[in-house]
């Protein structure tokens, strides 16, 4: 069985009616890959997965047959090859059902660094990092639409993101969309319950930053500035945290 019809199955075992969109046969027409049903709403929902690098794999099997230590370091922050996957599955989304359907994207990592996979994916859509201020705790928290995020740029075609492993799924509203508050009352938002990632919330109970400004995002002095003023926290840091890993063949 495939991650894809993985996820559907999971789907149907959520209680959803399930139905898998057959491939175009127009030249070039992307559609996405199931129609969900739940409770008269219209959910369409596109699958992508990610897998170890092909490389990296040679590279780690190599190192440990070796007898060596293999390590490896992923940064949390937005990656283009991420947004590029986002954006094939906005491609396949946009212009399939009427404006009516909900319409998300389901996002699965696997492999060894499929923790790292997972932030990273959360990092694109929310253009995310933490943040951390000097005069408060002693915790950093997330900023969310700090940097450039694939949430902003297709605000009006997607609507939430499922982030996946094989062992672990959330649900990430995105704020942008202006079907926000409906997804959130919804029947299908209720099956995620507490493994839901809502920057909205998270901000009102002071768990979370949002840059909710126009603020150039490639002017980082500028973003940093906002954020000071925004929260009266002078000595608010920026942080960008990273995934690191070791592993040795016994």
């Avoid at 009266?232 to 890993?245: T, V, Y």
Wanted: proline share 3%; with cysteine; charged share 30%.
């Amino acid at each position: 069985m495939n991650i894809e019809e993985a996820i559907g199955l999971q789907m149907k075992e959520w209680g959803f009616s399930v139905e898998k969109i057959p491939e175009s046969d127009v030249k070039g027409e992307k559609r996405p890959d199931f129609k969900v049903t739940c409770a008269g709403e219209i959910f369409l929902i596109e699958v992508k997965s990610r897998e170890d690098d092909k490389n990296e794999v040679i590279e780690k099997k190599k190192t440990l047959e070796q007898g060596e230590i293999y390590g490896q370091h992923k940064p949390l922050v937005r990656k283009n090859t991420v947004s590029g996957i986002i954006r094939d599955a906005c491609d396949q989304l946009i212009n399939y059902g009427n404006q009516n359907f909900f319409r998300i994207v389901w996002l699965c990592a696997i492999g060894d660094v499929k923790d790292a996979q997972f932030e990273q994916f959360k990092a694109a859509l929310y253009g995310k990092t933490q943040m951390f201020d000097l005069d408060g705790d002693s915790y950093h928290r997330p900023c969310y639409f700090y940097r450039d995020s694939d949430f902003f740029r297709y605000r009006n075609v997607l609507d939430a993101a499922i982030v996946s492993t094989l062992s672990q799924v959330e649900l990430c509203f995105n704020p942008l969309s202006p079907k926000d508050t409906e997804l959130q009352n919804s029947i299908f938002t209720a099956i995620f319950k507490d493994s839901i990632c809502d920057p909205i919330k998270a901000e009102a109970e002071g768990y979370a930053y949002i840059v909710d400004s126009d603020v150039d995002r490639k002017d980082e002095s500028a973003v940093m500035r906002y954020l000071r003023e925004k929260y009266n926290a002078p000595k608010l840091q920026k942080i960008d945290l990273g995934w690191h890993s070791g592993s040795i063949l016994l």
